[in-house]
């Protein structure tokens, strides 16, 4: 699997279970919901049954409506069906990642953290220096690595607004920097702002850019990492639970 491959995997993925845990969940009819998504992706309640570790007479109950889905089991039956069609090349996620409109070439990496990390943790992953003023303690869930220049040029509109979603609660780090003025304008008209950004490397921080993360109240990072597969490493290193 290369680079790409991996990162469209892990954010599509993420995204569009997610999306179809929410639909079977906000039903009024979850064994209904759940055959619908079953069906959709072409699976038997027998293939599911295996890949669950389950009887089928189980999934047949939960479609039903003769147990109570609850969340766990959700996410076991989403998770299933992603996983089989998984070894089926991708073939209904892809056409969901269509149908979705996820589509976002200026993600470098991103990850969920297992439990929620600090500012000192990010500045120590990201080999980073703290630049503005405003320190608070809130903790971050997770990170998402952007290409600035793939971002400015590929986002506009709805496309810009998708992509805040991926950013609630995540350490949003943008590369090839050159000043940091134009993600910060771009997330300064953010309905959703991340509560912190790492620039990696940049050439000139410009001093609009410490102003408006001042007046959004979002902490500033530089990472001084030599290159960006070292950052992305040293991020994904908090992925690890100790």
């Known amino acids: 699997m290369s680079k790409q491959e991996d990162v469209f995997s892990y954010y599509v993925i993420d995204t569009i279970g997610k999306r179809i845990a929410g639909d079977i969940v906000w039903s009024k009819d979850s064994a209904?919901?759940?055959?619908?998504?079953?069906?959709l992706f072409g699976?038997?309640?027998?293939e599911i049954a295996r890949e669950m570790g389950i009887k089928p007479s189980v999934i047949a109950d939960y479609?039903?409506?003769?147990r109570q889905a609850g969340s766990e089991f959700i996410?076991?039956?989403v998770s299933a069906l992603i996983s089989i069609d998984s070894k089926r090349g991708y073939k209904v996620i892809k056409d969901l990642s269509k149908m979705f409109g996820i589509n976002y070439p200026f993600i470098v990496d991103m990850g969920d953290f297992s439990y929620p990390k600090s500012i000192d943790e990010i500045i120590r992953a990201v080999d980073g220096v703290l630049i503005n003023s405003y320190v608070t303690d809130k903790k971050v869930y997770g990170y998402l690595v952007t290409d600035s220049i793939k971002a400015i040029i590929s986002l506009s509109g709805m496309e810009f607004y998708q992509a805040l979603s991926l950013m609630v609660n995540k350490v949003v780090v943008f590369t090839k920097v050159s000043s940091g003025r134009s993600p910060m304008i771009a997330l300064k008209v953010a309905p959703i702002k991340p509560p912190i950004v790492v620039f990696h490397r940049p050439v000139n921080l410009d001093p609009l850019a410490l102003e408006l993360s001042e007046s959004e109240n979002m902490t500033v990072i530089v990472s001084t990492k030599a290159h960006e597969e070292d950052l992305v490493k040293g991020l994904k290193s908090l992925l690890v639970e100790t």
């Open 75 to 77: 996410r076991r039956y």
């Open 63 to 66: 479609e039903r409506s003769r």
């Open 43 to 46: 699976i038997s309640q027998g």
């Open 32 to 39: 209904t919901s759940l055959r619908k998504w079953r069906e």
